[in-house]
């Protein structure tokens, strides 16, 4: 089973790294690749502003010592591992790292080798996140990945060796020409490589985004809900049958594999965004930072901290979201969490076998996994019809 996990998950601080060496056809990421930002920042300018940011941040008084640090992106490998390190040193002296702390960092296999892992290890990072999507070259060529079908899975084991643990692959399925067996190899090799934790999402078309228009051309035929279904069914049973069980929807780890620093997220903890568009959660605020690197420098330059949105949830903003986060999770949610007014309502969901109900909790089923998102707004429904 999967490792029960604390009902604190502590504090996260959350990097983002807004470079790319190339697009993605699928991507909508607040990342910038060089043809885009020209002269008007860089590398070295967003570090000094990150640490400037880092620097106000921990003197607010919401902030703590971070549990979790995750730098993701864009591709924060492109920084190379010693400015990686650099960051982790910035956040230690500004907001401190426990003891036991889960340190992430994203990476593109093309732009790892052994060395870097080592120096990422040797810095105190004890996960790493690789990019892998497919094993297919078609399917990569059709997402516009730049990187060959086995460099991602060579990046795994050239992270193993260097003494990683922790490591989890990222992969896309519903991909435009994607079969179901070009699916189940993808997963073999990446089990093969025996990463504790795989991700896997269904494509999802982005408005703006070049595949968006490639589809909307008529040049690429649009995902199959029916073919995402079968194709998530199929993740499952391969990786539950290695070991891996889900805790999340889209997520699978092995016994204690599990990301501690994503269930911050999920678990509607509290963590600091640092980075242009980063989003921050502390108390009942939620705030964004300006998107675009270069008057993110500019505004930190100046001494300010700079956030372009800022809202304060209300009562009832913050029960939705735990809904809508805490059902997408294995440990489902407490059972009174749910007003009485969707009682019939888990009730007729529990006897069609799409929710788990046992004394204290609720849960989403294997049947329910695949219309969790429907599930979930029905009974925030059932509860605002009632009100």
């Excluded at 920042?41 to 000094?48: D, K, N, Q, V």
């Excluded at 980075?275 to 605020?285: D, N, Y």
């Excluded at 901290?305 to 949830?313: V, W």
């Excluded at 309502?345 to 969790?372: D, N």
Aim: hydrophobic share 40%; net charge negative.
């Amino acid at each position: 089973m999967v490792t029960p996990q604390p009902t604190d998950p502590g504090f996260g601080v959350y990097i983002h790294v807004p470079f790319c060496a190339s697009r993605c056809g699928y991507c909508d990421f607040n990342t910038y690749t060089p043809g885009e930002l020209g002269s008007s920042a860089s590398p070295h300018s967003y570090l000094e502003a990150l640490e400037q940011e880092l620097e106000l941040a921990a003197a607010m008084p919401e902030t703590q010592p971070a549990d979790t640090i995750f730098i993701g992106g864009g591709t924060p490998s492109l920084l190379g591992a010693e400015a990686l390190a650099r960051i982790i040193c910035v956040i230690e002296r500004t907001f401190g790292i426990t003891p036991g702390a889960e340190i992430t960092t994203e990476s593109n296999p093309e732009s790892t080798s052994p060395e870097f892992f080592e120096k990422l290890l040797a810095a105190g990072f004890t996960r790493l996140s690789l990019g892998m999507q497919s094993t297919a070259p078609h399917v990569l060529r059709v997402l516009q990945r730049q990187h060959t079908p086995g460099r991602a899975l060579a990046a795994a084991r050239e992270a193993k060796a260097a003494g990683f643990s922790h490591l989890n692959l990222d992969v896309i399925y519903g991909t435009p020409g994607e079969t179901d067996q070009d699916l189940e190899r993808t997963l073999s090799y990446a089990l093969g490589t025996g990463v504790d934790h795989i991700s896997a999402y269904s494509l999802i078309i982005e408005d703006g985004t070049a595949m968006a228009r490639k589809i909307r051309s008529g040049e690429l035929p649009e995902p199959d809900p029916d073919v995402l279904a079968e194709r998530y069914q199929i993740i499952d049973t391969l990786l539950s049958s290695a070991g891996l069980e889900w805790y999340e929807v889209s997520n699978w780890a092995l016994p204690g594999g599990e990301c501690r620093h994503n269930l911050i997220y999920w678990t509607d903890g509290h963590w600091w965004g640092a980075g242009p568009g980063a989003h921050s959660h502390l108390g009942k605020r939620r705030f964004a930072n300006v998107k675009h690197p270069a008057r993110y420098a500019r505004e930190l330059s100046a001494g300010c901290l700079p956030i372009a949105m800022n809202e304060t949830l209300t009562a009832e903003e913050q029960h939705m979201e735990k809904i809508m986060l805490g059902l997408r999770l294995r440990r489902g949610i407490p059972r009174d969490a749910l007003s009485p007014a969707a009682s019939p309502l888990v009730e007729e969901l529990s006897q069609q076998g799409l929710i788990e109900v046992s004394e204290r909790r609720i849960r989403v089923s294997e049947a329910g996994r695949l219309l969790a998102d429907g599930i979930i707004r029905d009974l925030l429904l059932a509860e605002e019809e009632q009100v």
